[in-house]
Nanobody
């Protein structure tokens, strides 16, 4: 089992950047592929990015591709999401999640076993 805590959200102007972090407890962090999802009010949870156990494979939603970078530091039990050129439509609660079976390309939130509580990202126009 792994416990996840996101941080780094906040209020930013359009065009700005944020770096989200997700810290994991336990010694098994490196055995999980990790994902980032987001959910805006009144909308379904949406895949953002995923990364493999060793960080060599990454996968992005089209909506953030080219503007975001997912990375991980297994020595620090942390996964990151760097978001640049933020848009008002990026406003959402962002969640990190752990996938014990995937390879860093899983987009279905139902395949992730463990979730953090989320961090709010608000982009003003």
């Amino acid at each position: 089992q792994v416990q996840l805590v996101e941080s780094g959200g906040g209020l930013v102007q359009a065009g700005g950047s944020l770096r989200l972090s997700c810290s994991a407890s336990g010694r098994t962090f490196s055995t999980y592929a990790m994902g980032w999802f987001r959910q805006a009010p009144g909308k379904e949870r949406e895949f953002v990015a995923a990364i493999s156990r060793n960080g060599h494979i990454t996968y992005y939603a089209n909506s953030v591709k080219g503007r975001s970078t997912v990375s991980r530091d297994n020595a620090r039990n942390t996964v990151y999401l760097q978001m640049n050129s933020l848009k008002p439509e990026d406003t959402a609660v962002y969640y990190c999640a752990a996938d014990p079976r995937g390879y860093g390309t899983e987009t279905r939130w139902t395949q992730y076993d463990y979730w953090g509580r989320g961090t709010q990202v608000t982009v003003s126009s």
